[in-house]
């Protein structure tokens, strides 16, 4: 029988979580970042792939899938990313009233944690994820979080999440060179975690206010001086990000790209100068991380 969203909460509550996680493109920038709810033992309702965090509703933007089945599943061993990707997509259930929805590729790890998780792209945690002194700091501020190495969405990062993750309790993971998890009990206290750490990273490290860089069509102004300071081949050749490998290749760089690709330009000027300001160093990813993504481009990645 198909799950119907009018009988429980969990929609309202996932698109709660969505709106805000999503209220800003210094949190999530394009498709990036996503959200979770659990419902019951089983079932979790994950922000659907390619979809935007703001755009998800109570009925649409998201898919429902069996989170117990992908739990026993990296218990046993994911796999490699496209097959574990695979697997992932089959346990996707019905939702009556709903068109089948592709669930996030990062729906692994959501169904390792608390009832609700909140992953963003924050700009503010991602100064620290994306420089080498970062996470050494990030524990100074953070002395309970959990910092992740870099590893590449899908499997790689289920596997490095699941040796620290904690079905219950609230907590905070920094994932290098790509954003910040808040897991609660609870949508308000998810909410209030996610909210607490990025402003207590502003403070400390006083970081200047973000600001959006706008452009529907074509490279906005902002971007494109900022582009002209840096050059084409210094970002296609040193990616800081996930995002910036999918999101900033030559035609968005040549001027051909939207609102996606100027939030995600946006976010990745402001962190490179927060680390230059700190005297940090960035901590690009290498050329085989980089690779990975041509390989996903294909579908399962989705842009997220």
């Avoid at 669930?103 to 992953?119: A, C, D, K, R």
């Avoid at 996470?135 to 590449?152: D, S, V």
């Avoid at 995002?243 to 330009?265: F, H, I, K, S, T």
């Avoid at 490179?272 to 980089?290: A, D, K, M, S, V």
């Amino acid at each position: 029988m198909a799950y119907d969203p009018a009988l429980d909460m969990a929609p309202e509550l996932l698109a709660r979580a969505a709106r805000a996680a999503g209220a800003g493109p210094d949190l999530a920038q394009g498709g990036g970042g996503n959200v979770s709810v659990k419902t019951g033992a089983e079932r979790m309702l994950v922000k659907a792939s390619g979809s935007r965090l703001g755009d998800l509703t109570p009925a649409r933007g998201w898919a429902l899938v069996n989170y117990g089945n992908i739990k026993r599943r990296i218990a046993a061993g994911p796999g490699g990313d496209a097959e574990f990707s695979d697997y992932i997509v089959s346990q996707a259930l019905p939702v009556k009233g709903m068109p089948p929805a592709r669930p996030s590729i990062e729906t692994g790890f959501h169904s390792l944690l608390n009832t609700v998780v909140i992953h963003t792209h924050s700009v503010y945690a991602n100064v620290l994820n994306m420089s080498e002194e970062g996470h050494k700091l990030g524990r100074e501020l953070f002395p309970n979080a959990e910092f992740i190495p870099y590893k590449a969405p899908g499997a790689q990062l289920c596997a490095a999440i699941s040796e620290r993750a904690l079905p219950a309790g609230p907590q905070v993971f920094f994932l290098a060179n790509h954003g910040l998890v808040a897991a609660h009990a609870g949508v308000e206290g998810a909410l209030e975690l996610n909210a607490g750490v990025n402003e207590k990273i502003k403070s400390g490290l006083g970081l200047p206010p973000f600001r959006p860089a706008g452009g529907d069509s074509g490279l906005s102004p902002a971007n494109a001086a900022l582009l002209a300071r840096y050059g084409k081949a210094f970002l296609l050749s040193k990616v800081l990000s996930p995002d910036q490998a999918l999101y900033c290749g030559p035609e968005a760089l040549d001027g051909r790209c939207g609102e996606a690709e100027n939030e995600v330009l946006a976010a990745l000027f402001y962190i490179l100068g927060c680390i230059e300001g700190l005297g940090l160093t960035p901590r690009f990813l290498t050329g085989q991380e980089t690779a990975y993504f041509e390989s996903m481009k294909g579908g399962r990645y989705s842009r997220k």
